[in-house]
């Protein structure tokens, strides 16, 4: 047997994101229910969120946000021989999202699944596509977290209507002679499965909030201090903590357990609302665009939702 050559790791060589046109404000929610802004800022840190209209499928997103990281890396379609989309909302299970992207970006014969971790999914999406640039089996890999989450929400519920929103994030992902990934970090509490859940296609999301949010404040940090612990990275040298934007309450207090005095924290939920697997990639990509990190600094991406599953690990940002 002849092991092909490998790379010594993998890196994330460019983001890309996109959002829906559609701004959804807090405002506009009180149209539909009893809420009121005061409310939502208040509970999830919300002050409005994008979503897609019914003529805008996941897919679109997905191949949108895709098509700006490949464009963004330099890479040719022709380069890239695996495709993997991280989403819990294909309003179809066959076929695939990753297929169909690839296809539209013309991509021609690469692997091609899906991952359905939830809003863990990108970091899991991330670990995998490293673990495959390293072992030989992929040369650069598509990874893009995709979610039209507003299609499984009832939007008369306040509960779960003031929190989900649709968008896309993508990363592409290649060799390295040092690596840009560090290990990832990732687990489940399948005891807790029934805390995020849709029954059925007759049914919308159903979160038991709190539950949720005690998970989330009191188990999470430790995985956060692991992912940096076996990437060999002190907190205090992160210039970027990027977790899934499902709170602005539970980022912070995560936040403050972590310790990374010197790290720009992401809230992107305060405008983009939570995207479930396209959360962590949207941030980063958005951060990036802003000036708000540096290329070459360190960031710390924590995935974590339905499940219950989380995922972390640092990154070197493109």
């Known amino acids: 047997m002849k092991i092909p050559d490998v790379a010594p790791g993998g890196r994330i060589l460019a983001l890309g994101h996109y959002q829906?046109?559609?701004?959804?404000?807090?405002?506009?929610?009180?149209?539909?229910?009893?809420?009121?802004?005061?409310?939502?800022?208040?509970?999830?840190?919300?002050?409005?969120?994008?979503?897609?209209?019914?003529?805008?499928?996941?897919?679109?997103?997905?191949?949108?946000?895709g098509g700006k990281a490949l464009a963004a890396s330099g890479l040719s379609p022709e380069e890239i021989d695996l495709v993997i989309v991280a989403t819990c909302t294909l309003e179809s299970q066959i076929p695939n999202a990753s297929a169909v992207v690839a296809h539209r970006l013309g991509i021609q014969s690469p692997g091609a699944f899906d991952v359905n971790a939830a809003c863990a999914g990108f970091c899991y999406a991330l670990g995998t596509a490293s673990a495959a640039v390293r072992a030989g089996s992929a040369r650069n890999v598509l990874v893009i977290g995709a979610e039209k989450l507003s299609q499984w929400v009832d939007w008369t519920d306040r509960s779960t209507a003031v929190i989900f929103a649709d968008g896309a994030g993508a990363a592409v992902v290649g060799p390295s002679e040092t690596p840009g990934i560090g290990p990832v970090v990732w687990g489940s509490a399948g005891d807790k499965s029934e805390a995020i859940i849709v029954k059925d296609r007759q049914n919308f999301l159903h979160q038991e909030g709190q539950t949720v949010f005690r998970w989330a404040t009191t188990a999470l940090h430790p995985v956060a201090l692991e992912a940096c612990e076996r990437a060999g990275v002190d907190p205090a040298e992160l210039t970027a903590f990027v977790p899934h934007q499902a709170n602005l309450r539970i980022i912070e207090a995560i936040a403050r357990k972590l310790g990374a005095e010197k790290a720009v924290i992401a809230r992107d939920i305060v405008t983009a609302g939570n995207t479930s697997a396209a959360s962590i990639p949207l941030a980063l990509s958005r951060m990036l665009e802003r000036g708000e990190v540096r290329s070459g600094g360190l960031a710390l991406l924590l995935g974590f939702g339905a499940g219950l599953t989380y995922a972390g690990q640092v990154v070197e940002i493109p």
């Open 20 to 65: 829906p046109a559609q701004v959804v404000t807090n405002d506009d929610l009180t149209k539909t229910m009893d809420t009121n802004d005061e409310w939502i800022q208040s509970r999830v840190g919300i002050k409005e969120r994008r979503v897609a209209p019914d003529s805008e499928s996941l897919e679109d997103m997905a191949t949108i946000a």
